[in-house]
């Protein structure tokens, strides 16, 4: 079984279970910060070794040499560490030692993601799961056992403001609906990819861009896409506050942020797994149960 049919049947009807959801998010967020941190990883080795002298040009950053990526470098690899041990934490026997391990996990890898300063939306999903983590690992450190309803009810509260606020403003966005906000996000890519940032994937290339964004099927494509983003954003709100049974909230976020990643596949990973874990908790026990 395979698809929507085994999620349905790993999670039932009424959601996955509060367990599972912690595992679950757990993952998730082991593979943002991995991610995350590989591709500062690589980028920092790719400048260093193609582009020494002239260095690169980083939105937000400007150009960008060897020595300026040096505390990003850092950072990353404290990034991989806190990943690396929240594998470890996981699998040790004790609930107080792993929960103990884990809250010290989280609270590096906030550091780290504070300490980057970039006002990325990812940052703000990474710092809402991690911090929901380890509010859990605060009850099984405080009683012995984590205790759902609280941590449900955080995930609740802030995953249903991100996705409702989310959808709204692109709701409220004429340049979004037309479909302008992803096609700039497509060439955007390409440009980025061209100069050499390994965060992104060099496609469309720069030679078929103009082309593309001038086919008036791309151009359908895109209104279409937009408006089926925006309204599902505003779904899936409604689902993490609770109106929506938990089952068809988690079989629609999946393959919704599947198709986010698709538009750019390297660099929207860490944003997607955050999201969808902070989900994963938030059904368990919604503010507004179904």
């Not at 980083?58 to 850092?74: D, F, S, V």
């Not at 895109?222 to 409604?238: D, F, N, P, S």
């Not at 079989?251 to 990973?269: N, Q």
Request: glycine fraction near 8%; proline fraction near 7%; charged fraction near 10%.
């Amino acid at each position: 079984m395979t698809g929507p049919a085994a999620l349905t049947s790993s999670f039932g009807l009424a959601g996955p279970s509060a367990a599972t959801a912690a595992a679950a998010a757990t993952g998730c967020l082991v593979l943002a910060l991995g991610w995350q941190a590989a591709l500062v990883l690589l980028d920092d080795r790719a400048v260093r070794r193609d582009y020494a002298r002239a260095g690169v040009y980083r939105l937000g950053r400007g150009w960008t040499g060897p020595a300026a990526l040096a505390a990003r470098r850092r950072r990353a690899l404290a990034e991989a560490a806190a990943a690396a041990a929240l594998l470890l934490a996981a699998g040790l026997p004790s609930p107080r030692w792993s929960g103990a391990l884990t809250l010290l996990c989280c609270a590096l890898a906030a550091a780290v993601v504070l300490g980057d300063r970039a006002p990325r939306y990812t940052s703000v999903c990474l710092l809402v799961l991690l911090a929901v983590l380890g509010l859990r690992q605060v009850t099984v450190l405080a009683t012995g056992a984590p205790r759902a309803a609280p941590v449900g009810a955080a995930a609740s509260f802030f995953a249903a403001q991100m996705y409702l606020v989310a959808g709204i403003r692109k709701l409220r966005s004429p340049h979004f609906m037309r479909g302008g906000v992803i096609a700039d996000n497509i060439a955007y890519n390409s440009w980025q990819a061209a100069a050499g940032s390994r965060e992104f994937l060099p496609l469309p290339r720069l030679p078929q861009l103009a082309v593309l964004l001038a086919a008036p099927a791309f151009q359908a494509g895109c209104r279409a896409a937009a408006v089926a983003t925006a309204a599902t954003e505003v779904t899936l709100g409604l689902g993490a506050l609770g109106l929506l049974p938990a089952a068809a909230t988690v079989l629609l976020a999946v393959p919704t942020h599947l198709a986010f990643t698709a538009i750019s596949p390297r660099r929207i990973v860490p944003f997607s797994a955050a999201s969808l874990g902070l989900l994963l908790l938030a059904v368990t026990h919604p503010l507004l149960p179904w």
